[in-house]
């Protein structure tokens, strides 16, 4: 499985996991210091334009200190799942629940969170 390795690129994702303490103060700053294009509200989360990504804001009740997760894509997600494993990469399911989604969640050694889902085609 020599190809599986270069199968992998940068998501259109990134989510920022925010205490809920500092979520209102998170939320000002990208959007009125900054002054990021503000996508608006979507699925409980305050989303962003940083560049080519969607940056997502997520208020999280119980977390002490926030957060980043990050997504990457494969060419196919099953045999990505099949290198990661052979890499000692373990499967990270309990996360978050995305229901009828291909992806899955993993991490990396540091803890990183990773959602790995298959790439957008390009019509």
Same mark, same amino acid.
């Given at each position: 499985?020599?190809?599986a390795? /270069? $199968?992998?690129?940068?998501?259109?994702?990134?989510? =920022? &996991?925010? +205490?809920?303490f500092?979520? /209102? $103060?998170?939320?000002?700053?990208?959007?009125?210091v =900054? &002054?990021? +294009?503000?996508?608006g509200?979507?699925?409980?989360?305050?989303?962003?334009q940083?560049?080519?990504?969607?940056?997502?804001?997520d208020?999280?009740?119980?977390y002490?200190?926030?957060?980043?997760?990050?997504?990457?894509?494969?060419?196919?997600?099953?045999?990505a799942?099949v290198?990661l494993?052979?890499?000692y990469?373990?499967?990270?399911?309990?996360?978050?629940?995305?229901?009828n989604?291909?992806?899955?969640?993993?991490?990396?050694?540091?803890?990183t969170?990773?959602?790995?889902n298959p790439?957008?085609?390009?019509?």
């Amino acid at each position: 499985m020599e190809k599986a390795n /270069r $199968e992998f690129k940068g998501g259109k994702n990134i989510a =920022l &996991k925010i +205490p809920k303490f500092k979520y /209102r $103060e998170t939320v000002h700053f990208y959007q009125e210091v =900054l &002054k990021l +294009p503000y996508l608006g509200f979507i699925s409980e989360s305050h989303a962003f334009q940083f560049g080519d990504i969607t940056l997502w804001l997520d208020c999280m009740d119980n977390y002490s200190q926030s957060d980043v997760w990050l997504e990457i894509q494969a060419d196919n997600v099953k045999n990505a799942a099949v290198y990661l494993d052979d890499n000692y990469i373990n499967r990270r399911d309990e996360i978050e629940l995305h229901e009828n989604s291909a992806g899955y969640w993993i991490s990396d050694p540091c803890g990183t969170i990773l959602r790995v889902n298959p790439k957008e085609e390009i019509m």
